[in-house]
């Protein structure tokens, strides 16, 4: 088993940046690739980025791309999320996930293992 902790949400205006961690411990595999989805309030969850086992290769939504970065820290098993020029639609409670699929995978049934995730509000 893998348990995935999220923290960093929280409320930031328009324009802001927050900066998402999520802790693994158990039994980690850090050759699982690392996820961060999202689902706001009334809509599906929703890939957000990914990241390879080595964090060479990252894959983006469009709706993020050159306003967030995936990063990983295996020696800390820690995965982060940097997100910059936050929007009032970024609003929603974010996810990391992990499982033995490539880190481009969209699908939520594709991971074996979730976080409880972290609520970020974005104020317009």
């Known amino acids: 088993q893998v348990q995935l902790v999220e923290s960093g949400g929280g409320l930031v205006q328009a324009g802001g940046s927050l900066r998402l961690s999520c802790a693994a411990s158990g039994r980690i595999v850090s050759y699982y690739a690392m996820v961060w989805f999202r689902q706001a309030p009334g809509k599906e969850r929703e890939f957000v980025a990914g990241i390879s086992w080595g964090g060479a290769n990252k894959h983006y939504d469009d709706s993020v791309k050159g306003r967030f970065t995936i990063s990983r820290d295996n020696a800390k098993n820690t995965t982060y999320l940097q997100m910059n020029s936050l929007k009032a639609e970024d609003t929603a409670i974010y996810y990391c996930?992990?499982?033995?699929?490539?880190?481009?995978?969209?699908?939520?049934?594709?991971?074996?293992?979730w976080g409880q995730g972290t609520q970020v509000t974005v104020s317009s």
């Open positions: 996930a992990t499982g033995l699929t490539s880190w481009t995978n969209r699908r939520p049934n594709a991971y074996d293992y």
